[in-house]
């Protein structure tokens, strides 16, 4: 589909794909507190930024509700994108070195035990809070 609007052709690596794709799941589950924080931060510099746009302190607090929940969306949005890239890393580094076949069994693998790790944590979280 992609060869009918382009004139020329873009190789894909499918297996890379899905094994960078399980990688940055894997440490998006393992590290959530970090991508909490992540998500945080980015709200904050969100509306710190849109702020300064403004010249008067009433067309601020005019419609300030509407734009720090779409500020909270979009850093939500962007809070994985460091996962992501060190996903990508994760995966040519372990496909350059073990191969590609190991890389993607490795990050299944990464990504079930930080599922159990994470349902562990807030399984806690809650049992302390009762």
């Known amino acids: 589909m992609l060869s009918e609007f382009l004139p020329f052709a873009i190789p894909f690596d499918s297996a890379a794909i899905a094994g960078a794709a399980l990688w940055s799941l894997a440490l998006y589950l393992a590290f959530s507190p970090v991508g909490d924080w992540i998500t945080r931060q980015l709200n904050r510099w969100l509306n710190f930024a849109e702020q300064s746009l403004y010249f008067s302190a009433q067309d601020f607090e005019r419609d300030r509700k509407g734009r720090e929940s779409q500020n ?38 990464a990504v079930m035990g930080s599922g159990i790790y994470e349902l562990g944590r807030r399984d806690g979280q809650s049992s302390d809070l009762s």
């Open 72 to 109: 909270a969306f979009l850093a939500s949005l962007l809070s994985p994108l460091p996962f992501g890239l060190v996903g990508v890393l994760m995966q040519f580094g372990i496909q350059l070195s073990l191969g590609q076949s190991w890389s993607l069994s490795l990050a299944m693998i």
